[in-house]
């Protein structure tokens, strides 16, 4: 995506600057002092995702998030490096540019596995939140034809663009949207609606998609050192709630939670409530 044309407007766009770290030209968002946060989107989102929830941390810590590889202003250097561990490793060597080690890994959907595998690449006690984390593998027939079938749109060249026109010209992503159970404000959808409208950003969804499995992970959350916890919407559509209840009773200290009446968009519904749970534990 084109900054210059497309990000005039982007959440938190004074905390904002390109960071180049092999294989990828990132863009991140670097904001406040104090302890470290790393803040990871999920699949499809994008920086705009933690936009209410990134300068209510900023208040006493340095918070880091950015576009994950093909996605929203991330330039992605390599097709080969969307897989969960070469994410994790490439979060990493990002981090090591900016010479930040996160006390906090925060993460959305599929940025909650990128946070548990950096975890578990480099173990140093951190705390860990996830939230509607994307733990598990799919059932049945899904566990192959998802991966399949996203890694043969994505070797085509004409389908990111194809997608992005159409879900661009018919308001698809106000359906997907819809589809996790969560209600943003307008502002929100609009962010959205430019993300899905750009064939970079749709390739690196599909690239995302084609390589990701979340199986290296099993033996990684019983080794988890530090307070492990996932929060969850009851409203959720996306992941089960009982994705995280599973996940948080394989680690040492781990503890599943509701934020209630909330869907897959969680933390963009109730920032404030995503915010304390980053920070502590609810009473």
Same mark, same amino acid.
């Given at each position: 995506m !084109?900054?210059?044309?497309?990000?005039? *407007?982007w959440p938190?766009?004074?905390?904002?600057?390109?960071?180049?770290s092999?294989?990828?030209?990132?863009?991140v968002?670097?904001?406040?002092?104090?302890?470290?946060v790393?803040?990871?989107?999920?699949?499809? $989102?994008?920086?705009?995702?933690?936009?209410? %929830?990134?300068?209510?941390? $900023?208040?006493?810590?340095?918070?880091?998030?950015? !576009?994950?590889?093909?996605?929203?202003?991330?330039?992605?250097?390599?097709?080969?490096?969307s897989?969960?561990?070469?994410?994790a490793e490439d979060?990493?060597?990002?981090?090591? $540019?900016?010479?930040? !080690?996160?006390?906090?890994?925060?993460?959305?959907?599929?940025? +909650? +596995?990128?946070?548990?595998?950096?975890?578990?690449?480099?173990?140093?006690?951190?705390?860990?939140?996830?939230?509607?984390?994307?733990?598990?593998t799919?059932d049945?027939?899904?566990?192959?034809?998802?991966?399949?079938?996203?890694?043969?749109?994505?070797?085509?060249?004409? %389908?990111?663009?194809?997608?992005?026109?159409?879900?661009? +010209?018919t308001?698809?992503?106000?359906?997907?949207?819809?589809?996790?159970?969560?209600?943003? &404000?307008?502002?929100?959808?609009?962010?959205?609606?430019?993300?899905?409208? +750009?064939?970079?950003?749709?390739?690196?969804a599909?690239?995302?998609?084609?390589?990701?499995?979340?199986r290296s992970?099993?033996?990684?959350?019983?080794r988890?050192?530090?307070p492990?916890?996932?929060?969850?919407? *009851?409203?959720?559509?996306?992941?089960?709630?009982?994705?995280?209840?599973?996940?948080? $009773?394989?680690?040492? &200290?781990?503890?599943?939670?509701?934020?209630?009446?909330?869907?897959?968009l969680?933390?963009?519904?109730?920032?404030?409530?995503?915010?304390?749970?980053?920070?502590? !534990?609810?009473?």
């Amino acid at each position: 995506m !084109d900054w210059d044309r497309q990000g005039t *407007d982007w959440p938190n766009r004074d905390a904002s600057r390109f960071v180049e770290s092999r294989p990828h030209r990132w863009h991140v968002q670097d904001a406040g002092s104090g302890p470290a946060v790393l803040l990871i989107h999920g699949t499809g $989102a994008a920086t705009h995702s933690w936009r209410d %929830v990134l300068p209510l941390l $900023a208040r006493g810590h340095r918070v880091v998030a950015m !576009d994950l590889p093909g996605h929203g202003f991330t330039a992605m250097g390599s097709r080969r490096r969307s897989s969960l561990p070469a994410m994790a490793e490439d979060v990493w060597s990002l981090c090591d $540019a900016l010479e930040v !080690d996160p006390a906090i890994l925060a993460g959305h959907s599929a940025g +909650a +596995a990128i946070a548990v595998a950096m975890e578990g690449a480099r173990p140093a006690g951190r705390r860990i939140v996830g939230i509607n984390a994307a733990l598990g593998t799919f059932d049945g027939p899904a566990a192959w034809l998802f991966p399949s079938m996203a890694r043969g749109l994505a070797a085509m060249p004409f %389908v990111p663009r194809a997608v992005a026109a159409t879900l661009g +010209a018919t308001g698809g992503s106000d359906q997907l949207l819809r589809s996790t159970g969560s209600r943003i &404000d307008a502002p929100g959808r609009a962010f959205y609606r430019r993300l899905v409208a +750009a064939p970079s950003h749709v390739e690196g969804a599909l690239e995302m998609m084609a390589q990701w499995s979340t199986r290296s992970l099993s033996d990684t959350l019983p080794r988890l050192g530090g307070p492990v916890r996932l929060a969850t919407g *009851d409203l959720d559509r996306a992941v089960p709630p009982r994705v995280s209840a599973e996940a948080a $009773a394989r680690c040492p &200290d781990g503890r599943a939670l509701s934020m209630g009446p909330l869907g897959h968009l969680a933390h963009e519904e109730a920032p404030e409530a995503a915010a304390a749970l980053i920070l502590s !534990d609810p009473a």
